[in-house]
């Protein structure tokens, strides 16, 4: 293992790993198609490198080079005391670089919660939570926006745009604000409405556009500056049925081109659409499973 490895050796490695900490029968068919890594059912081989018997969680998670979130016996609890809610109630949650997680859960779940948690707009009330390792659990709220600002770009239900600014001025106000000038903020800015199909919507203001469209240059606005996570809390919850198709596929298609993305929902069909399915009820994470039925 002293052999520098490559950036796509490390990710298969990490992508192998995730799969094994969740579903170790399926780990004994995995066999990447480059032949840099393979595995039989008892080890996983990286080129001729044989990685450890796998046997130990601990040992192939440390291997994970790549481990994004890592969230560690969380609480949070609101209005301590005899009338407290335990909105998240001693969670503990592991999310790979590359995942297509969906967090389901019905209301008052703790969903936002847990995304307000991972997006580094509050701060538990115990508990630890790394994201690249790096403690982010009680950062002042200078230290938690700018790491937001680094790492993640947010997808709210209600789109979240201001009126009186078009589709470019809605997706460079965040650019502004992290000093970009001018010149790169339109291309930005320019280049990320194109990537949405939005090349002729853009001097238009949110009163002359779609649910799906306005979504869209929400979408646009949070991967301007191409942040590696993506959170998006109901991101389809205001959407008819064709243009949450429309926007879920842009979401998919994000995670494809290499991203992270956390999509918070209390329904199936959308849950149901991601690789790994993470349920939470009453603050606690009831089960985390790989989705058999994905469709790449
Ligand atoms: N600021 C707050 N003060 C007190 N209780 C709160 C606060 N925010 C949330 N809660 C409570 O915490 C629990 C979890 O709330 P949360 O908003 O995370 O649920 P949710 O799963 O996102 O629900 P929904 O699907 O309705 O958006 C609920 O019981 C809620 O009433
Ligand atoms: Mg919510």
Do not use: W
């Not at 919660?113 to 538990?124: Q, R, S």
């Not at 790096?134 to 993640?152: A, G, K, L, P, Y």
């Not at 203001?205 to 993506?230: H, N």
């Not at 879920?248 to 956390?262: A, D, N, Q, W």
Request: charged residues 25%.
């Amino acid at each position: 293992m002293d052999t520098p490895l490559s950036f796509f050796c490390l990710k298969k490695i990490h992508q192998s790993l995730t799969l094994f900490n969740h579903n170790l029968t399926r780990l004994c068919n995995l066999s990447v198609k480059n032949s840099q890594i393979s595995a039989t059912d008892k080890r996983v081989f990286l080129s001729h490198y044989d990685l450890q018997e796998i046997n130990n969680d601990d040992q192939y998670l440390r291997l994970a080079m790549e481990k994004l979130v890592e969230i560690k016996d969380v609480c949070k609890i609101y209005n301590p005391g005899e009338n407290e809610v335990r909105a998240l109630d001693h969670v503990n949650l592991t999310i790979g670089e590359g995942e297509f997680v969906a967090i389901i859960g019905q209301s008052g779940s703790g969903k936002s919660t847990l995304m307000n948690m991972l997006g580094c707009l509050d701060t538990p009330t115990s508990g630890k939570y790394f994201l690249h390792g790096q403690d982010v659990s009680h950062m002042t709220d200078d230290e938690q926006s700018d790491v937001r600002n680094r790492e993640i770009g947010f997808i709210f239900q209600g789109f979240n745009l201001i009126p009186s600014l078009t589709a470019m001025e809605n997706v460079e106000l965040p650019l502004i604000y992290r000093g970009v000038g001018k010149k790169e903020r339109d291309r930005l800015a320019d280049a990320a409405l194109n990537s949405v199909g939005l090349e002729k919507r853009k001097t238009h203001r949110p009163s002359e556009m779609s649910g799906g469209q306005q979504q869209r240059v929400a979408i646009a606005r949070a991967i301007a500056q191409a942040p590696p996570i993506l959170l998006a809390d109901e991101p389809t919850g205001n959407l008819d049925t064709g243009s949450t198709k429309e926007v879920f596929s842009i979401i998919k298609r994000l995670y494809k081109e290499g991203r992270t993305v956390i999509v918070i929902t209390h329904d199936p069909g959308i849950a149901s659409q991601a690789k790994r399915i993470i349920t939470i009820s009453d603050g606690q994470i009831k089960s985390d499973i790989i989705n058999e039925n994905y469709v790449d």
